[in-house]
């Protein structure tokens, strides 16, 4: 396959995801991984509970490494596997096996879902339904949310909006684009690694017990490859900003003091464009934790906050596919160039 049918696909799976997203009622390969991950957790607690005493910490470690390395190189292999059996079956139908990998590959895309999340919330709040904006609330962030307030419940939204954006939307957009330039590999595998790790991140890798160090690898993981795209995406939003150097600058004054090397970026970029500022006291479990504060309070979180954050995340997701079509003009460019010589050689 060439470089250009790798590269259709990314476009229309983009698109999907624009139009229809991932809705609730169809089956999803994160439903999967989430099931994987969650029977396996159990089978290690009841072996350690059968045995009367916790696993020591070099084992549950090890097979927190186990459980990463397996599921991310697993949805890699499968989505490869069924990816090339999908070529071979319909070889006769190569616009059917186009549809198939751009539905594939835009489940990986948390655009629309970020999107129609946020703004389920925010009308709530404008409908004067603060109880059932609180219950909608939780069921996308940790932090309690009985007794938030209207401006806290932007904030937590805009928190939400602006730390998913990498990992749920720009890196897997990232991996996407780096497998489509890949012979014989193609967007969806990587994606779907990118997935699965992005996955043992959310539901394993926590600092808390009982997942210490079950997930230490795990979130190690997703740390070092939502790195790279993380920093790109800090660069495009500040671009977009109109004031590079000064998004830059706030950002090197208050992300680091994040102890996630990319949700403190991600989130710190937002802040600083928008004026706004992030962070500070939330509490999870009834325990009050401070995070570090992100940005200057030039400006109340409003609902047009958080609508311009979605906004500049799609901004950002059109000019990788834009980057990305240059690149190809480009690559091919020299290919052809460096076949001309070869041959007059």
Not at 275 to 284: F, I
């Amino acid at each position: 396959m060439t470089y250009n049918y790798s590269f259709i696909v990314v476009f229309i799976a983009a698109y999907l995801d624009y139009l229809i997203g991932d809705p609730w009622s169809w089956p999803h390969p994160v439903k999967a991984m989430g099931w994987i991950i969650t029977h396996y957790i159990q089978l290690i607690f009841q072996i350690s509970k059968r045995h009367r005493e916790n696993f020591p910490v070099v084992i549950l470690r090890l097979v927190g490494i186990l459980l990463a390395v397996t599921l991310v190189f697993g949805s890699g292999i499968i989505s490869w596997l069924i990816v090339q059996a999908l070529r071979i079956n319909f070889v006769q139908f190569p616009l059917l096996t186009v549809i198939l990998e751009s539905i594939l590959l835009a489940s990986c895309f948390a655009g629309k879902s970020l999107n129609t999340a946020a703004k389920d919330v925010l009308q709530l709040v404008v409908n004067g339904n603060l109880i059932q904006a609180r219950q909608t609330l939780s069921l996308y962030v940790g932090r309690d949310t009985e007794n938030l307030s209207i401006s806290e419940i932007f904030r937590a939204v805009l928190e939400t909006v602006t730390e998913n954006a990498t990992d749920g939307v720009i890196a897997p957009l990232f991996y996407a684009l780096v497998g489509a330039i890949i012979p014989n590999v193609g967007s969806v595998p990587l994606a779907f690694a990118y997935k699965a790790a992005s996955t043992l991140d959310s539901m394993v890798g926590y600092k808390e017990a009982p997942y210490t160090d079950l997930g230490w690898f795990s979130a190690k993981l997703e740390d070092v490859l939502t790195w790279l795209p993380c920093r790109l995406n800090v660069l495009t939003i500040a671009f977009l900003s109109g004031k590079p150097l000064y998004v830059w600058r706030i950002c090197q004054r208050d992300a680091v003091k994040d102890p996630s090397p990319n949700a403190g970026w991600s989130e710190c970029a937002y802040a600083a464009t928008l004026g706004v500022q992030m962070g500070g006291a939330n509490s999870y479990k009834g325990v009050v934790k401070n995070k570090p504060l992100l940005g200057d309070a030039t400006h109340p979180i409003t609902a047009e906050t958080i609508d311009r954050a979605l906004r500049l995340t799609r901004y950002c997701f059109l000019i990788w596919l834009g980057l990305s079509v240059i690149s190809y003009r480009f690559v091919g460019t020299l290919h052809a160039t460096s076949l001309q010589l070869s041959v007059h050689r």
